[in-house]
């Protein structure tokens, strides 16, 4: 069945240092790429996404790209922020019929 | 109006009460959701509502009963629950039918004693 993989984590960063965090999947399809943000204490809340490949999802500083030949959909931000920190899932959807989390990688920055 | 919202937003029960979570969109959306998510871990599937109607049942014990009285709404009936029952319980919505995009809820914080 479909799957998704990232790195779990924590990462701790300094303020203003880049941030990667790998997602790799696996589906039988061309799915759909997420990534969801939650804060602490607070639900999901879409952070981009990407539905073909070459595709770049783009949001507040936040940007992945959908690579068809590795599987993966990794997250980047030049510069990270002490608010940045909280929990980032990696999501897809294919076809309708299913919708399929990463066990979350939690993000810590430091000022 | 872009959000869904979930009341309340903390409950504790004891496990011979009942209880109801509620959930609300107004995105004109046709597909909710209720998710249970453990710390530390991702949101697990509870149900789907398509189009008002249970479309998948993810073999969620019967001490959980959702409703859906209309397209906005969905509800999640509580009772006879056990404190490993205690998790964050979200709500989600999607447009265009099952499993797309999906915007959450802030979610209700069940305790069980």
């Known amino acids: 069945g479909d799957s998704v993989t990232q790195m779990e984590g924590p990462v701790t960063l300094s303020e203003e240092a880049f941030l990667t965090i790998n997602c790799t999947y696996t589906?039988?399809?061309?799915?759909?790429l997420f990534w969801y943000v939650q804060y602490p204490g607070e639900g999901l809340q879409l952070l981009l996404k990407?539905?073909?490949?070459?595709d770049k999802g783009s949001n507040k500083g936040f940007e992945a790209t959908y690579r068809k030949e590795t599987t993966s959909f990794h997250l980047e931000k030049g510069s990270v922020q002490v608010s940045d920190s909280a929990v980032y899932f990696c999501?897809?959807?294919?076809?309708?019929?299913?919708?399929?989390f990463g066990p979350g990688t939690r993000l810590s920055v430091l000022p | 109006d872009t959000e869904v919202t979930q009341t309340p937003k903390h409950l504790v029960m004891g496990m011979t009460n009942k209880k109801s979570l509620k959930c609300e969109q107004h995105m004109g959306h046709r597909a909710m959701y209720w998710y249970k998510q453990k710390a530390k871990k991702p949101p697990e599937l509870m149900f789907v509502y398509s189009y008002e109607k249970l479309s998948i049942n993810e073999s969620v014990p019967s001490r959980f009963s959702p409703e859906c009285p209309n397209s906005s709404l969905l509800n999640l009936h509580l009772h006879a629950l056990q404190p490993e029952d205690s998790a964050l319980y979200l709500c989600?919505?999607?447009?265009?039918?099952?499993?797309?995009?999906?915007?959450f809820g802030p979610g209700t914080r069940l305790t069980v004693l």
């Open positions: 990407a539905t073909k490949a070459d």
């Open positions: 589906a039988t399809g061309y799915p759909s």
């Open positions: 989600a919505s999607s447009h265009r039918g099952s499993y797309n995009e999906q915007f």
């Open positions: 999501a897809l959807s294919e076809g309708g019929q299913n919708f399929v």
